[in-house]
């Protein structure tokens, strides 16, 4: 499976961004995918995901409210809408998807996101 983001740019706080994953390859083994961030100088943590049978959510508590992840099977693309954003969703926004059974996971390459104040 290869993963790729787009997307990312500058925008001031309080904008909105849309990130894209297209996802290629093996997308029959993909169980789930998700939205993973890295700030300069803190650890990747996890964003959003969701299922690939129900399409079933999960967010982070920081984005809840603010960002909504959705896909669109037919063309095998997760995507992040970000709205409401601030100075600390500044990072490295990163696409992963997981297989099912012991298939493994794959990242995507990532995409910067910058919010100036």
């Known amino acids: 499976v290869q993963l790729v983001e787009s997307g990312g740019g500058l925008v001031q706080a309080g904008g909105s961004l849309r990130l894209s994953c297209a996802a290629s390859g093996s997308t029959f083994s993909i169980n789930a995918m998700g939205w993973y961030r890295q700030a300069p100088g803190k650890q990747r943590e996890s964003v959003a995901r969701?299922?690939?049978?129900?399409?079933?959510?999960f967010y982070a508590d920081s984005v809840k409210g603010r960002f909504t992840i959705s896909r669109d099977n037919a063309k095998n693309t997760m995507f992040l809408q970000m709205n409401s954003l601030g100075p600390e969703g500044t990072a490295v926004y990163y696409c992963?998807?997981?297989?099912?059974?012991?298939?493994?996971?794959?990242w995507g390459q990532g995409t910067q996101v910058t919010v100036s104040s």
């Open positions: 992963k998807a997981v297989g099912s059974g012991d298939r493994g996971e794959w």
């Open positions: 969701i299922t690939s049978g129900s399409g079933s959510t």
